[in-house]
């Protein structure tokens, strides 16, 4: 009976304007999620190297608490 009535009222599927550029996009370019990837390669997709991140991390000199000039906690 569910099944009947779904039926029945089944709207037609919606698409975005978003999904339908999206979709006119990948049709118009094929290599487009290659050239993706591959800059995704370039920035994010890295070895990271323990040691010298702990080594940045122990030579890090820790900030001023007022950015701008001298503390003015110390003038006094």
Not at 11 to 31: A, W
Not at 36 to 48: F, N, S
Not at 56 to 67: D, E, G, H, S
């Amino acid at each position: 009976m569910a099944s009947l009535f779904l039926r029945i009222f089944r709207r037609p599927d919606y698409n975005s304007d978003v999904t339908e550029f999206i979709s006119q996009l990948k049709t118009e370019k094929p290599d487009l999620e290659a050239q993706q990837r591959a800059g995704r390669a370039i920035w994010w997709d890295k070895h990271l190297d323990r040691e010298q991140i702990d080594d940045w991390k122990q030579a890090r000199v820790p900030a001023k608490p007022y950015a701008y000039g001298d503390d003015p906690r110390q003038r006094r």
